[in-house]
């Protein structure tokens, strides 16, 4: 118990230091350029004390549960003994099935839970007066990463170039936005970035160096990363693509209100 | 007014266990199902998760009352300021500052410098380690302070954000061409990993905040798009890092 309240204080330390550059920065404006007093001081202070305990407490439960299961279920899931046991062969893509199902359901519930995106998708809602549905967003968000990762371990198991794979992505979210209403581009691009924070980004990357080193011929510095590329392009594509939905679902109604209006 | 409170905290506190049940199924499914094995260390596996689902409400919480309406406000009193200079270096601060904290970039620049000597590409001693792996986070904070800035002027002057980003594709895509085969990989997953859980927020409410002052700008037309930059020049910028090293 007392090794458990040492670890959590110093993780408490280490979130307050990298969140001191912000506070710091915050400081810095509000005295020395604005020369004002910091608006609603104590709610901001609250916040961040909120902010800081959560992280930490977010992160000290990462560490404890979720981040060494499901690295210990990567490395099962492209163990050869698990994968021999069914009687498939080392070097065929196809026999590592069971890691792009694990893949894509990571990637879904993850992004599901993925509190940078919860923030984004609130504010969304917001902004756009309600025809975002937060939960909408979010939903879109996460299909897009699950077909994200389960392609990108495909492509760690065949070995293929990185770059074909987001040199496409690139092109059809160029096509896309062409055709894309307007208003939702900037947020679809935004979504991107959005999905692969603190609790994706350890497990995805524990998991495409954990598939690189256990799949014969590849090589973890060439082949291990790329995942998280993947995860922050394809709900891009997503989420254009539920703009387009939401407009042409908008556009069917508006003509069907009119046909009703006659 | 205390029950009002309890209310909101435990509707937070469901919100919270509502997004960790799916993870928790996975999990579950695959080591009963699929793995069959009995799950190692269920006492501090349970425990984690109580952490998460508190942390995770605890965080938005904050995020709600606290860093959102500062962000929005800071970026409203320096846009009604008028000081493009302040502006702009409050922009990039913000992005460099909230990247170096990331605590999952310091994660993943730690694998990789561990795979980059492991492979023979930097020299296998602890120092030359830390450096690569210090100098991977620099490269990556100032171009998304970089990139801050642009989004930021983007903003002021109104530029479709389309024509950035697919410039921004095209720059990605030349220097891949050019830069070591082994550094492709980390620096397009630099792009994800840069925008985390502080950067995000932040970096929306300075965006948001900002297109709802300036006469003109809508908040959902121009105030998003921040974090599409700070995603995509740090693949050139690694990239260049790459050249660099290797």
């Known amino acids: ?262 | 007014m205390y029950k009002a409170y309890i209310l909101d905290i435990s509707k937070k506190l469901w919100a919270a266990v509502t997004d960790l049940i799916p993870i928790v199924v996975v999990v579950v499914f695959f080591q009963t199902v699929v793995i069959q094995q009995p799950f190692p260390e269920i006492g501090e596996v349970i425990i984690g998760i109580l952490f998460v689902i508190i942390g995770l409400m605890l965080f938005i919480e904050g995020l709600e009352i606290g860093l959102f309406p500062i962000g929005e406000a800071m970026a409203y009193a320096l846009a009604k300021k008028g000081s493009l200079f302040w502006l702009l270096i409050f922009s990039f601060a913000l992005g460099f500052s909230t990247t170096i904290a990331e605590p999952a970039l310091i994660a993943v620049a730690k694998e990789a410098s561990i795979i980059s000597s492991d492979a023979g590409l930097i020299e296998n001693n602890q120092n030359t380690m830390k450096t690569y792996a210090f100098g991977l986070r620099l490269a990556v904070a100032f171009s998304v302070g970089l990139a801050i800035v642009i989004g930021v002027l983007r903003i002021l002057k109104g530029w479709p954000l389309y024509y950035l980003i697919i410039g921004g594709y095209v720059l990605v895509m030349l220097m891949t061409i050019i830069a070591p085969e082994e550094i492709i990989g980390l620096a397009y997953d630099a792009g994800g990993v840069t925008t985390s859980t502080i950067t995000v927020p932040l970096v929306t409410a300075l965006g948001v905040g900002l297109a709802t002052v300036i006469k003109g700008r809508s908040p959902l037309l121009d105030g998003f798009g921040l974090i599409a930059f700070a995603s995509l020049l740090p693949m050139v910028f690694v990239m260049a890092y790459g050249l660099f090293w290797f």
Request: charged share 10%; aromatic share 12%.
């Open chain 1, 1 to 262: 118990m007392f090794d458990f309240m040492m670890e959590f204080v110093w993780i408490l330390i280490y979130t307050l230091r990298d969140v001191l550059p912000i506070i710091a920065l915050i400081v810095f404006f509000q005295w020395f350029v604005l020369k004002q007093p910091i608006p609603h001081l104590k709610k901001v202070v609250l916040g961040g004390v909120y902010v800081v305990l959560g992280l930490a407490l977010f992160l000290m439960g990462l560490e404890k549960a979720l981040f060494p299961l499901g690295k210990i279920m990567a490395t099962q899931l492209s163990d050869p003994a698990f994968i021999e046991a069914s009687g498939n062969a080392l070097t065929d893509w196809k026999s590592y099935y069971w890691i792009y199902i694990f893949a894509a359901l990571i990637g879904f519930s993850t992004t599901i839970a993925e509190p940078s995106l919860i923030a984004v998708a609130i504010k969304a809602g917001e902004v756009s007066a309600g025809t975002i549905s937060p939960w909408g967003l979010r939903i879109t968000v996460a299909i897009g990463v699950a077909f994200a990762l389960a392609l990108g371990t495909f492509r760690i198991v065949t070995g293929t170039p990185l770059f074909i794979y987001i040199m496409i992505g690139y092109m059809v979210v160029i096509v896309q936005t062409i055709f894309a209403p307007k208003r939702l581009i900037a947020l679809a691009y935004d979504s991107g970035g959005v999905t692969t924070s603190t609790v994706t980004v350890p497990l995805v990357a524990a998991l495409g160096l954990g598939l690189s080193t256990a799949v014969p011929g590849r090589n973890p510095a060439v082949d291990g990363f790329g995942l998280i590329a993947f995860a922050s392009l394809f709900p891009i594509i997503t989420v254009l693509g539920y703009a387009q939905f939401m407009s042409l679902k908008n556009r069917v109604l508006k003509i069907k209100m009119e046909k009703d209006a006659v």
